[in-house]
């Protein structure tokens, strides 16, 4: 998993003391920076990320920072990450895509694959274009930055490492899977479940946070986790050294979105509660509020994903585990398509609704009311 010290942007006496808040970090865009704005952080990755941060770009007084999983090896973006020795750029683009305010112009252009040239091939111009803007400005975030300041992204984006690096799974008979790509597409009708993953860096001796990334938890009023893919997402990102240090220090209210399915050979027979472990045991803490779905897909829907393995991810709010955790549950389902995936509208009102007493409208009305999302709760640690 890398031994080498992760980079942080605290900055502590070498005697132990407690650091020293960072610099806040610079924003972009019109509408950030406003005084008195909620800070909202979100990490993950895939498509996941992409419908919630659809939904949080219009939600009026608010900061958005993305902070993105980096193992993606599919596709057009694994062959660029081969070919040029790149960052993956495929999840990145998806979030400038989901911040801009030319979204659907920026979606047909920027996600449409060439068909005609061989070398192009398969290609999305997206993924082309941030590849050529990182070689030129000389870093991969100053590419992403250039592209976002092209389709005037409100918010953000930052890779949780510019660390180059491969996941790896071990699985319950000892065996590994090598490749976010090889571990998110099973071979076989039937696989051991993960026990864990690490990250195997390419160049270096270890895989460190972007130093970016430490501020931004810091500032954080909210921390919102997924939607996506546990193993290959999710903790893809936590088990980046720095990380999970990072959101255990920060004052920012954790908040966990779940999956709305299970996937096959990562969550399988998964539960809600059975997300949420995992991801406490590998964040440290427990998460301060977990936000579900509460509305079934219809049957013919089910029927279709259990041909793939996958299962409708059950929350039973009567359950003990649930009594020590806020849940907010609600109709976030959109099935446009045969397709099982958050609503990005519903899943935004309902993240608006939490954020509203720490917002600068409601904060005047926060001593009025019972909503226990508007207070910040005791740090609890992860059994």
């Known amino acids: 998993m890398g031994g080498g010290a992760a980079r942080t942007g605290f900055r502590g006496a070498a005697d ?5 808040k960072p610099d806040r970090p610079g924003r972009s ?3 950030n920076g406003r005084r008195g704005s909620v800070r909202l952080l979100t990490l993950g990755g895939g498509s996941g990320q992409f419908a919630l941060l659809a939904g949080l770009r219009d939600l009026p007084g608010i900061e958005i920072t993305a902070v993105v999983s980096m193992v993606d090896s599919g596709g057009s973006t694994g062959r660029l990450r081969d070919e040029f020795g790149i960052l993956p750029p495929g999840d990145i683009l998806k979030c400038i895509v989901a911040l801009s305010p030319h979204r659907e112009m920026a979606r047909t252009l920027l996600l449409k694959r060439f068909v005609e040239d061989r070398r192009l091939k398969g290609h999305n111009a997206g993924n082309m274009l941030l590849t050529m803007l990182s070689r030129y400005a000389g870093s991969f975030a100053a590419g992403v930055q250039a592209l976002a300041e092209i389709l005037d992204v409100r ?6 490492t510019v660390d180059p690096a491969t996941l790896v799974a071990e699985l319950t008979d000892g065996s ?3 490749g ?3 571990i998110d597409v099973p071979r076989g009708l039937q696989r051991e479940k993960i026990r864990e993953v690490f990250l195997v860096p390419h160049h270096s001796e270890a895989v460190s946070v972007y130093p970016p990334v430490i501020d931004a938890a810091w500032w954080a009023d909210y921390i919102l986790i997924g939607p996506g893919d546990l193993f290959t997402s999710i903790l893809a990102a936590l088990i980046v050294p720095g990380v999970a240090d990072a959101l255990r220090r920060s004052q920012g209210r954790i908040l966990y979105i779940l999956n709305l399915m299970t996937k096959f050979g990562e969550t399988d027979r998964f539960r809600g509660r059975d997300f949420v472990e995992r991801l406490e045991a590998a964040l440290g803490r427990a998460v301060d509020g977990v936000i579900a779905n509460r509305r079934r897909p219809p049957e013919a829907l089910l029927q279709a994903y259990r041909r793939q393995k996958a299962e409708f991810v059950e929350v039973d ?3 003990d585990f649930w009594k020590k955790r806020r849940l907010y549950v609600g109709d976030l389902l959109d099935t446009a398509g045969g397709i099982v995936r958050h609503d990005s509208a519903k899943l935004a009102a309902l993240i608006g609704g939490i954020i509203a007493p720490a917002s ?8 009025k009311t019972r909503c226990a999302s508007a207070r910040r709760p005791s740090r609890r640690t992860a059994k």
């Open 360 to 367: 600068p409208a409601g904060k005047g009305a926060e001593r």
């Open 176 to 178: 590994r899977v090598f």
């Open 317 to 319: 709010p009567g359950e």
């Open 16 to 20: 132990g003391s407690p650091p020293l």
């Open 29 to 31: 865009g019109s509408e």
């Open 155 to 160: 918010g953000r984006i930052l890779p949780v």
């Open 180 to 182: 976010e790509k090889a």
